[in-house]
């Protein structure tokens, strides 16, 4: 049976969690009340992995979900299944409808992101805000790893909102909105948190601080924006503020 989670209570529920300072508190009380209809939703990013670090702690069962695009790093799968062996968990691999992807490969090609901004957000449609919108049907909350400091466009977002899915109401909820980049590596180095490869410097001290797709992410320079590394064949021409960005926060 499916349940939803009634507005009234999900107005509670948000006013409870506001209270809330602690992360791990959050994590808990998140997954005491709605079991799996929450879940970690993460890309295997740090604060996605200091997340399930912490839920791990709490010893109850939480639910992990990744967006898996078809176009993540070999290096992003194998650090997945890595996860899995540490903490004893099945991360829930949501994919892209294949006959969407038949269909937008076959009109616009394989490499349709390169051509415009508007056929990147087509693409980032089908293969990631898709598979979240059909992920949220079987959520009451969203937990994300999103934080202030990762872009400019993203200081403005809430640790605890209401969004919605195609059918319901949904909370959610950024547990660690407000951790710098600092401290997150300094929980993942402090309690020997996996790390996804790619986060360590290159020969050359370059580095990943965002990772999505291998085709649109590259990594970045020392100063560089976190997320100058995204879809980089448009820093020259789009300076808006949120271009660096799929739609996963913007569209649902
Ligand atoms: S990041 Fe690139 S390959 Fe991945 S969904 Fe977006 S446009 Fe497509």
């Known amino acids: 049976m499916t349940f939803h989670i009634q507005s009234a209570s999900l107005m509670q529920l948000k006013h409870k969690i506001s209270l809330i300072e ?3 508190d959050i994590l808990f009380c998140l997954f005491k009340h709605y079991n799996d209809r929450a879940a970690i ?7 996605g992995m200091v997340q399930i670090h912490l839920a791990a702690e709490s010893q109850l069962p939480f639910r992990v979900c990744t967006i898996d695009t078809l176009r993540l790093f070999p290096e992003t799968y194998k650090f997945f299944d890595q ?5 004893g968990i099945e ?9 969407d992807i038949d269909n937008m490969v076959s009109e616009h090609g394989e490499y349709l992101f390169f051509d415009s901004r508007t056929k990147q957000q087509f693409c980032c449609d089908v293969r990631k805000v898709r598979p979240m919108r059909k992920l949220l049907e079987s959520l009451d909350v969203w937990i994300t790893g999103t934080r202030r ?13 209401v969004v919605s899915s195609e059918t319901h109401p949904i909370l959610k909820v950024s547990p660690l909105i ?15 948190i996996p790390v996804n490869p790619l986060f360590q410097p290159d020969a050359n001290g ?9 085709t649109c992410t590259t990594r970045i320079r020392p100063g560089e924006a976190k997320r100058a590394g995204r879809w980089r064949w448009q820093n020259a021409t789009d300076t808006e503020a949120d271009t660096k960005e799929c739609g996963l926060h913007y569209s649902i």
């Open 22 to 24: 602690n992360p791990q």
């Open 41 to 47: 939703v993460t890309s295997g990013q740090l604060s």
């Open 83 to 87: 996860v899995e062996d540490r903490y």
């Open 91 to 99: 991360i829930e691999r949501i994919q892209p409808d294949p006959n």
């Open 149 to 161: 400091d990762q872009s400019e466009s993203r200081q403005k977002f809430q640790k605890i909102e």
């Open 178 to 192: 407000d951790w710098s980049t600092e401290e997150v590596w300094s929980y993942v180095k402090k309690h020997d």
């Open 206 to 214: 370059h580095y990943f601080d965002s990772l999505g797709c291998m």
